[in-house]
């Protein structure tokens, strides 16, 4: 299984402004500056894209030492033999995850309550991402979540949360001293002139 106790900058890719040949150089960037979870997020690509696309960003990650999970689809996950795999609520269940994984991959649940959170802690879940804390344009419709119910939720289960949505080089500060795990980002990221210096701002703040 995989350590996450110095996991604490999570990059969930974004393809809405970048080739994708542009996105593997901004990610490497973004790793070699401190992030050390990438996450690739297709919603629009076919099963092949997608799984041609998540090979490369594997190998991108595996060799500057970064961890690579995929988004929602289990079959990518198997296919291209992720690190481990995020599902939302609406996703296949952590146990039928964990059947098709195995018991070494990661597997990342979003919860934006406490009572969803406690319940994927008891199923196995390995950490929790909460949000949106602060509004985004990454994801349509997304909840908003407070900081008392982001705080709230870390400090009931013993797996690391991600607080995720709309957090920026400005505000991130605000969820640092919550004693937060770690924070997700997108555009704050790749959007950024330099994302390599984006990243090391960012880890300094956890």
Partial sequence: MYNLDDKKL?????????????????????IEGGCSLVQIREKSASSKEFYERAIRMKN????????FIVNDRIDIALAVDAHGIHLGQSDLSID?????LGKDKIIGISANNI??????EEKGAHYIGVGAIFPTTTKNNAEHVDLDTLYHIQSNINI???AIGGINLDNACKISNKKIHGIALSSCILKANCPKEASSFLKKLF
């Fill in 60 to 67: 991108l990650c595996e060799k500057h030492g970064a961890l």
């Fill in 160 to 162: 690391p949360v991600y």
């Fill in 96 to 100: 039928i995850a964990k059947k098709l």
């Fill in 115 to 120: 009572k969803d959170a406690k319940e994927a």
């Fill in 10 to 30: 999570y990059l969930v890719t974004d393809m809405s402004n970048f080739s994708f040949e542009e996105l593997l150089q901004r990610v490497k960037k973004a």
